[in-house]
């Protein structure tokens, strides 16, 4: 029984010898050289010309771009974005990647060297084909992308409803400076370029004009700007849509207002019902129309015309109040004069107050 607890702790002794870093993971390249008594190399990854940029060093490489605005379904002022479908196509020499031909080869796009194409200012997107490229027996990389997504653009709403904005896509080659990469127009068989559909599915704007050129992008003003191509839409939006939905309702509650500069002053609880009514009608119409308005910080010419629209119907009705109350005085002359007046200054403050927000 001694001898076997002897030959026990000896073996124990012996295991704790071999391993000194116990509960740690053996190297294995150690155990390798231990065991066959030579080191493994790792052997250098082989260069790739075609992941390399094309050109030589100081010479950017040329990446021509031509942009296509299918459609654009919506233009969101309060949100200051818009909706559209966009199709991008853009081409690039590698010489490294000619073949024999006859006909394209599909590749990855990650397998080949690109300028790495995104949309800036784009929100969110989908697209339509997969990422890859055809390349041509000559070495020319062609790359084509059709997406449909919601992009941000800044509107300078103060013209609002009568402004015009510019809806704006500009394709960037992330992380390539203008001295690496430039981008020109693409002029594609028959002289096919850059353009946009000939009617879209918007129903609030025009299409006044469009450009499409080279633009830079700063990320940082006063930086040197990564290489980028821009698509620019100049839209005009329809005023009738505004003038039938807020304007016209706007104007016959302010009318409605007036009704009791027509009726018998001494008619003292349907006049002030009258006023009140029109006034809380006011204020429940711009809750209502609420969503229709830009949420901006500043005034644009509707909010200055709510806004004098509602302090005339405020004014009719602390009239009418004033009125009732000489009515209860036995003043009746002065209401007479004063409701005489009333029924030619107030038609005129509001041709004045259409004229200041609309037009001037």
Not at 153 to 180: C, I, M, S
Not at 230 to 236: C, N, P, S
Not at 281 to 306: E, G, K, Q
Request: charged residues 20%.
């Amino acid at each position: 029984m001694k001898i076997m607890r002897i030959c026990f702790s000896s073996f124990l002794f012996f295991i704790v010898l071999s391993f000194p870093t116990w509960g740690q993971s053996p190297d294995v390249n150690s155990l390798s050289e231990t065991l066959t008594g030579e080191t493994e190399t790792i052997a250098p990854q082989e260069p790739r010309p075609e992941m390399e940029r094309p050109t030589i060093w100081g010479e950017p490489t040329q990446v021509k771009i031509a942009i296509y605005i299918i459609d654009v379904d919506e233009v969101d002022s309060a949100e200051q974005s818009f909706a559209a479908s966009v199709f991008i196509e853009a081409r690039w020499n590698i010489p490294a990647l000619r073949h024999e031909g006859p006909g394209p080869l599909i590749r990855s796009w990650t397998e080949i060297w690109t300028p790495r194409l995104v949309i800036v200012n784009q929100q969110q997107g989908w697209r339509s084909f997969p990422e890859t490229v055809e390349i041509s027996p000559d070495g020319e990389v062609v790359y084509r992308q059709k997406t449909w997504g919601r992009f941000s653009q800044p509107f300078d709403l103060r013209e609002f409803p009568l402004d015009r904005q510019k809806l704006t896509v500009h394709v960037v080659a992330a992380g390539l400076l203008e001295n690496e990469v430039q981008m020109l127009p693409l002029i594609r068989e028959a002289g096919r370029r850059s353009g946009i559909a000939k009617r879209f599915s918007l129903p609030d704007f025009d299409v006044t004009s469009w450009r499409a050129a080279p633009m830079p992008y700063f990320p940082i003003e006063g930086e040197i700007g990564s290489a980028g191509f821009q698509m620019e839409i100049e839209v005009e939006r329809h005023l009738t849509y505004y003038i039938a939905k807020i304007i016209i309702p706007l104007c016959l509650i302010i009318v409605m207002s007036w009704i009791p500069l027509w009726t018998d002053p001494r008619q003292i609880g349907s006049n002030l019902a009258i006023s009140a009514t029109a006034f809380l009608t006011l204020v429940a119409y711009l809750f209502a129309i609420t969503v229709l308005l830009p949420r901006v910080s500043y005034l644009t010419r509707m909010d200055t015309f709510i806004i004098l629209s509602t302090i005339m119907v405020f004014a009719c009705m602390l009239q009418t109040v004033g009125i009732t109350k000489m009515v209860k005085r036995d003043k009746r002359n002065i209401p007479k004069q004063i409701l005489k007046w009333s029924r030619i200054v107030y038609p005129i403050i509001l041709l004045l107050v259409i004229a200041y927000s609309f037009l001037l």
